[in-house]
């Protein structure tokens, strides 16, 4: 048995070890579930110890199965830590056998080197098989790093018998295993990245709560993946607060969500709010669709402006002395004195349904301090009579009335003037037939925006502790208004790429979004090094950049791999179906990406070819898509798509295929997408980076000249 060979075996017998372990700590949290509720001091204490053990030992039980451990760190003090996705223990009081990925002692793995070894000797790195669940674990190979001199002798194999995952990578620096790990074959849902996590990835995963961070960075640098695994490291720091305020995670779309929903469940935090901007303001469905022109002013954030006018400008002076019956006597509170109350509640700017219960308590204490005047001190009783008094109702209804967002949101559209907004932005916004009451208003996505943004001002929605934003370059102002409403006491980290913004309004540069999220100190940080996209394909992708008016450096691929091929055809249909088949020959996902007028023929041309593909849908609300309709991620098969088995081709619209990826993509007809929308070279820029290993471009239309090099 060689040296490497005997070391792989003892680290197999130690897996083995724990794993008896987890199972241990499985049965034994459901054994505390019961006693737990049973040793309580009292009811309450026993729902609260019942829940909180409940759902640990649901956590346990339902964990994704999955090797237990990624890396070994032999420190200078003697200790040997080996580095997982969940603590294990035999015991709680007994140091752990495998220490979470998120415990600061971790943070060495990601970080420590050659020159700065941290008290490390040496890390070693596990291989596993490719997981799939009910397979027993198979360590494949290790990777050992010497950091200091005092270390013994390193080992580097893989174990002869069995390949590694994925296969050796080509221009990685890291070496094997994290080659095998980025080249990785994609099937399903996106998988975590904790054991392959790079310094400036983690540097941004572990910043501080209170720290928001803005992160610029180029396609498949990882910035979805650094969203997640710090929500995660920030659940595992700061559970107190967290727990108490949420955590909530946005992203562009339900195909998107549907795509990460399992990389915080692997990671050990289920239950986190995962939703888009629009399901998060959405109080009533989406039944109208802006044109451009109305769209742009709606997101406009002159708009917060206008509406914050057209709200308080329901508030009126007084006009006349309030008078209150109280017995055989009247109390009167002179207008002066009233016009005063208003004008300071007014600059005291509280929300709206404060400043009316402010109204309501300042006239009341009139009315006190005439009745201490006269009698001393009226009781509780008394002061709850005259708040409730027909004449101090009537007064503060019509000083300061109660109102509905929507009220004011179909004011404006019915009748827009405010001097803010230029003739024809008035017009463009202006109902062309205002509904016979805001009850009966068919909104727009744009419209519940607005909504949004009255209901932040007349009551101010619960602050999240934390809120991750992703694909953050296509909010609009109004959305990060929105956005900022809801973490108004929290940190944000925005993750996003200027090059990639589609939306008639996305950010040209971070300080202004910032600005409108209320961040405007927030760090920005780049992220450089891409780990989806081969090096061949980001080229291509990068001779759209000059073209995109960002001031963005160009994407950098640590991966050698990876084919291009772009061919002119003759019909652009037939030869999707033939790329799509040769695709299929080939490990790992098939995305057919193609202007939306394209997709249904494409997938009837597929089904009469007889090949499974799954169309992936506008998701209600999603991102820039207006429209109903369930959406679906990779690897999510829709009714109809075929029994059971995930079929591994999807054809979805250029529209949805922001943040997704696939090992294999066809693009379809560039010349399409490019001129589908305003911004169609940054959707086409999207398009074109969505490829794991292989990019296939069909055309039969003339390639957009941005495409083609020189
Ligand atoms: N450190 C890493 N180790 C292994 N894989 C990684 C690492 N960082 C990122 N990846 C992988 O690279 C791919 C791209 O990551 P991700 O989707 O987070 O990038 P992104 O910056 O959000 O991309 P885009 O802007 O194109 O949506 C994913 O498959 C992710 O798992």
Redesign the pocket.
């Known amino acids: 048995m060689t040296s490497i060979d005997h070391a792989l075996s003892q680290e197999r017998t130690y897996h083995d070890l724990c794993r008896a372990a987890l199972a241990r700590m499985t049965e034994g949290a459901g054994e505390q579930v019961v006693t737990g509720e049973d040793v309580s001091a009292s009811g309450a204490d026993a729902e609260v110890l019942g829940f909180h053990l409940r759902s640990y030992a649901k956590e346990l039980r339902e964990e994704p199965e999955s090797p237990l451990f990624f890396g070994r760190l032999d420190l200078a003090d003697g200790q040997s830590h080996y580095i997982g996705r969940r603590r294990i223990t035999e015991h709680p009081a007994d140091p752990p056998l495998v220490v979470d990925w998120r415990a600061p002692v971790s943070r060495a793995f990601y970080q420590a080197s050659a020159r700065d070894p941290q008290g490390v000797l040496v890390r070693r790195r596990f291989g596993w098989a490719p997981w799939s669940k009910g397979a027993s674990e198979d360590l494949t190979g290790m990777e050992d790093e010497r950091l200091t001199d005092l270390g013994d002798e390193c080992l580097t194999g893989i174990a002869d018998e069995r390949p590694a995952a994925g296969g050796q990578g080509g221009g990685v620096p890291e070496g094997g295993i994290?080659a095998a790990?980025?080249e990785r074959p994609?099937v399903g849902p996106?998988?975590d990245?904790a054991a392959?996590?790079?310094p400036e990835?983690d540097d941004l995963v572990r910043s501080p709560l209170t720290a928001s961070v803005c992160v610029q960075?180029a396609?498949?640098?990882?910035?979805?993946?650094?969203g997640l695994h710090r929500a995660a490291y920030l659940l595992y720091t700061y559970p107190q607060r967290l727990t108490r305020a949420g955590l909530l995670i946005l992203g562009p779309n339900r195909a998107f969500l549907s795509y990460v929903s399992e990389v915080l469940p692997a990671l050990g935090e289920g239950g986190i709010r995962q939703s888009t901007v629009d399901d998060e303001i959405a109080r009533h469905p989406v039944r109208a669709h802006d044109g451009p022109a109305a769209a742009a002013v709606k997101h406009d954030p002159r708009m917060a402006a206008v509406l914050h006018r057209a709200l308080y400008g329901r508030v009126a002076e007084p006009d006349e002395a309030v008078e209150v019956p109280d017995g055989s006597y009247r109390w009167r509170i002179p207008l002066g004195e009233l016009r005063r109350i208003v004008e300071e509640v007014r600059a005291e700017a509280p929300p709206y349904a404060v400043g009316r219960e402010r109204v309501r308590t300042r006239a009341v204490r009139a009315l006190q301090l005439r009745a201490e005047r006269r009698g001393g001190p009226p009781g509780n009783e008394w002061l709850r009579r005259m708040g409730r008094s027909r004449a101090i109702g009537a007064f503060v209804d019509a000083v300061w009335p109660k109102v509905r967002p929507e009220e004011i949101v179909a004011e404006v559209l019915t009748d827009p003037r405010d001097p803010l907004l230029t003739a024809d932005e008035r017009r463009a916004v202006r109902w062309a037939k205002p509904p016979r009451s805001w009850r009966s208003a068919r909104w727009s996505a744009a419209d519940l925006v607005l909504i949004d943004e009255v209901a932040g001002l007349i009551e101010r929605p619960e602050s999240y502790g934390h809120v991750v934003v992703?694909?953050a370059q296509d909010l609009s102002p109004m959305q990060c208004r929105a956005i900022a409403r809801r973490v108004a006491f929290g940190s944000v980290t925005v993750?996003g790429?200027l090059a990639?913004g589609t939306t008639p309004w996305a950010a040209r540069d971070w300080s202004s979004l910032l600005a409108h999220l209320g961040r405007e100190t927030a760090a920005v940080v780049p992220?450089t090094t891409g780990?989806?996209v081969p090096a061949v394909i980001v080229e291509l992708a990068n001779r759209l950049l000059g073209a995109l008016d960002v001031d963005v450096p160009p994407g950098r691929s640590l991966r050698a791999d990876g084919e291009l091929a772009v061919r002119e055809v003759r019909e652009v249909t037939t030869a999707t179906v033939e790329a799509v088949r040769a695709a299929l020959t080939r490990e790992g996902s098939v995305g057919v990406i193609a202007d939306a007028g394209r997709v249904p023929e494409l997938l009837a041309a597929l089904d009469a070819a007889g090949v499974r593909a799954v169309g992936v849908a506008e998701g209600s609300g999603g991102g820039e898509a207006d429209g109903p309709g369930e959406a679906s991620g990779p690897g999510e098969a829709r009714e109809g798509a075929g029994t059971g088995e995930v079929p591994r081709v999807s054809v979805l619209p250029a529209t949805l295929a922001?943040?997704l990826?696939y090992d294999h993509v066809i693009a379809v007809e560039p010349a399409e997408i490019a001129a589908a929308e305003d911004r169609g070279l940054h959707r086409l820029y999207v398009v074109l980076?969505r490829a794991?290993s292989r990019l296939d471009v069909l055309h039969r239309l003339p390639l957009p000249a941005e495409m083609t090099p020189g």
């Open positions: 994290l790990e980025i994609r996106m998988r990245i392959t996590i790079q990835q960075g396609p498949g640098t990882g910035k979805t993946a650094v992703d694909e993750l790429d990639q992220l780990f989806r922001k943040g990826e980076t794991v």
